[in-house]
């Protein structure tokens, strides 16, 4: 009789990513956690083409003003608004309540005789 000799092929070692520690200790968060996250006041942005705008056009916002902007840019969002209109006494604002930044602005005189596009909110501060 032959002798038969029978050799094993070792499996191919299965490849498994391995988890960092942030994946394995951090516990899922909550919706309520989420929904907190995603109401939650975020500062005012401006850009750099709204601060020209500002400086160009001598237009002074005083801190006060800007928290009162940035908190009803806020409750714009919560309502559902993206680009919104700014109406304040010297000023006039476009700002995307989406990204919570100013994109533009331009003193009232200027704004008085202006067609405002793509829009979908206003908010009038007196």
């Known amino acids: ?9 070792p499996l191919q070692p299965s490849i498994r990513q391995s988890l960092t520690s942030n994946q394995v200790t951090a516990p899922k968060q909550s919706f309520l956690q989420h929904l907190h996250e995603a109401t939650v ?16 056009r001598n237009i002074h916002i ?12 806020s409750e714009a969002r919560s309502k559902g608004v993206n680009d919104s ?27 008085k005789n202006q067609l405002f ?4 909110g206003t908010i009038v501060l007196y």
């Open 62 to 73: 005083s801190d006060a003003e800007w928290q009162l902007v940035s908190e009803k840019v």
């Open 41 to 56: 006041k975020t500062e005012l942005k401006v850009s750099k083409h709204a601060n020209q705008r500002l400086a160009e």
């Open 1 to 9: 009789m032959d002798n038969i000799s029978i050799n094993r092929v």
């Open 117 to 120: 596009t793509n829009i979908d």
């Open 85 to 111: 209109l700014v109406l304040m006494d010297q000023a006039a604002l476009i700002v995307s309540a989406k990204n919570a930044t100013v994109i533009t602005a331009m003193d009232r005189k200027e704004a």
